[in-house]
């Protein structure tokens, strides 16, 4: 065996670490893309005594573990969250890497794993983006273009330059079609949100989603097709249900107590629950592709022909 446990246990060692560091960066996306600050300058500070962080104080989650979450110079309370989104960014990148390479079919790439380390880079890139729409959409209720025009240019583009990228079966062979199928997954994701958007204020007599949502939806369809894209929007209100009725009990409460509603209080943000989702579906979808939707697809493009009035075979 070429590789033996020893190297992929490093492998992903390595893997976990570079996701720290990217939640490192991300935690800094998360609060200045919001105010179109820069990502670079100034350096990372204390928000009280504006003392720049040494290098040695800006360890992913290990400096914040040592400094006891204190300021080292003044001693104000640094949030938890911070080293969370770092140690979550390394799990889900670590878990991309046991999905692409840990636990894929050996005879897929061979000795080398270097198919399975590029669809965990691609994945990872995919992670790391809705970290950033996750947290600012929680925090604002908005999710900005930066992250999700940006997420819909690269999956488009990953997915032109490299045809075979995307989940099975939105894999295509040439460059061309690699790019009709990330315009096609993004056009049908960000078309149905709109369309379930705009009927749904219609019916409720206000906003059910907002407009990052469409596009939200517009870079999981261009990163992982139409079909990924179909079942995390389906299954996106279920990883919802949990804050939806926190927030209904705590309306109740407020009512009770004969005090006013406001828009909070009627409102959750969608973005992390559509994120949570498009996780799920991404790390597990080898086995929920053969063993579920494969064929749900089938059957419903069997269906779609005959309601045409054609016969056709299931198509994979
Ligand atoms: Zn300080």
């Given at each position: 065996?070429?590789?033996?446990?020893?190297?992929?246990?490093?492998?992903?060692?390595?893997?976990?670490?570079?996701g720290a560091v990217v939640g490192s960066f991300l935690n800094?996306?998360?609060?200045?893309?919001?105010?179109?600050?820069?990502?670079?300058?100034?350096?990372?500070?204390?928000?009280?005594?504006?003392?720049?962080?040494?290098?040695?104080?800006?360890?992913?989650?290990?400096?914040?573990?040592?400094?006891?979450?204190?300021?080292?110079?003044?001693?104000?309370?640094?949030?938890?969250?911070?080293?969370?989104?770092?140690?979550?960014?390394?799990?889900?990148?670590?878990?991309?890497?046991?999905?692409?390479?840990?636990?894929?079919?050996?005879?897929?790439?061979?000795?080398?794993?270097?198919?399975?380390?590029?669809?965990?880079?691609?994945?990872?890139?995919?992670?790391?983006?809705?970290?950033?729409?996750?947290?600012?959409?929680?925090?604002?209720?908005?999710?900005?273009?930066?992250?999700?025009?940006?997420?819909?240019?690269?999956?488009?583009?990953?997915?032109?330059?490299?045809?075979?990228?995307?989940?099975?079966?939105?894999?295509?062979?040439?460059?061309?079609?690699?790019?009709?199928?990330?315009?096609?997954?993004?056009?049908?994701?960000?078309?149905?949100?709109?369309?379930?958007?705009?009927?749904?204020?219609?019916?409720?007599?206000?906003?059910?989603?907002?407009?990052?949502?469409?596009?939200?939806?517009?870079?999981?369809?261009?990163?992982?097709?139409?079909?990924?894209?179909?079942?995390?929007?389906?299954?996106?209100?279920?990883?919802?249900?949990?804050?939806?009725?926190?927030?209904?009990?705590?309306?109740?409460?407020?009512?009770?107590?004969?005090?006013?509603?406001?828009?909070?209080?009627?409102?959750?943000?969608?973005?992390?629950?559509?994120?949570?989702?498009?996780?799920?579906?991404?790390?597990?979808?080898?086995?929920?592709?053969?063993?579920w939707a494969r064929g749900l697809f089938g059957t419903l493009?069997?269906?779609?022909?005959w309601m045409l009035g054609a016969k056709v075979d299931e198509?994979?």
């Amino acid at each position: 065996m070429f590789l033996s446990s020893l190297v992929l246990a490093i492998l992903g060692f390595g893997i976990f670490a570079t996701g720290a560091v990217v939640g490192s960066f991300l935690n800094v996306c998360i609060y200045r893309i919001p105010w179109q600050k820069s990502m670079i300058w100034p350096s990372s500070h204390c928000p009280r005594c504006m003392t720049a962080i040494a290098p040695g104080d800006n360890i992913p989650i290990l400096s914040w573990i040592l400094l006891r979450g204190e300021c080292r110079n003044c001693g104000a309370r640094i949030s938890a969250r911070y080293p969370l989104v770092e140690a979550l960014t390394g799990c889900l990148f670590l878990a991309a890497y046991l999905a692409d390479v840990i636990y894929a079919p050996r005879d897929s790439w061979g000795q080398l794993p270097l198919i399975g380390l590029g669809a965990t880079a691609y994945h990872a890139l995919f992670l790391a983006l809705l970290v950033a729409a996750t947290f600012i959409d929680y925090d604002l209720m908005i999710i900005p273009d930066e992250v999700t025009v940006t997420g819909m240019f690269l999956g488009v583009a990953l997915g032109a330059i490299w045809p075979g990228i995307r989940p099975d079966p939105s894999t295509a062979s040439t460059s061309l079609a690699g790019l009709g199928v990330g315009v096609a997954g993004l056009l049908v994701s960000a078309g149905l949100t709109q369309a379930v958007r705009v009927s749904s204020s219609a019916v409720f007599r206000r906003e059910a989603m907002g407009f990052g949502d469409v596009t939200l939806m517009g870079m999981i369809g261009a990163f992982l097709g139409w079909r990924a894209a179909l079942i995390i929007f389906f299954v996106a209100p279920f990883f919802g249900l949990g804050h939806a009725c926190w927030k209904l009990l705590k309306s109740i409460g407020k009512r009770l107590r004969g005090r006013q509603l406001s828009n909070a209080d009627r409102e959750i943000p969608y973005g992390p629950y559509l994120s949570m989702a498009a996780a799920t579906v991404l790390l597990s979808w080898r086995w929920l592709w053969e063993g579920w939707a494969r064929g749900l697809f089938g059957t419903l493009y069997v269906l779609f022909w005959w309601m045409l009035g054609a016969k056709v075979d299931e198509p994979f």
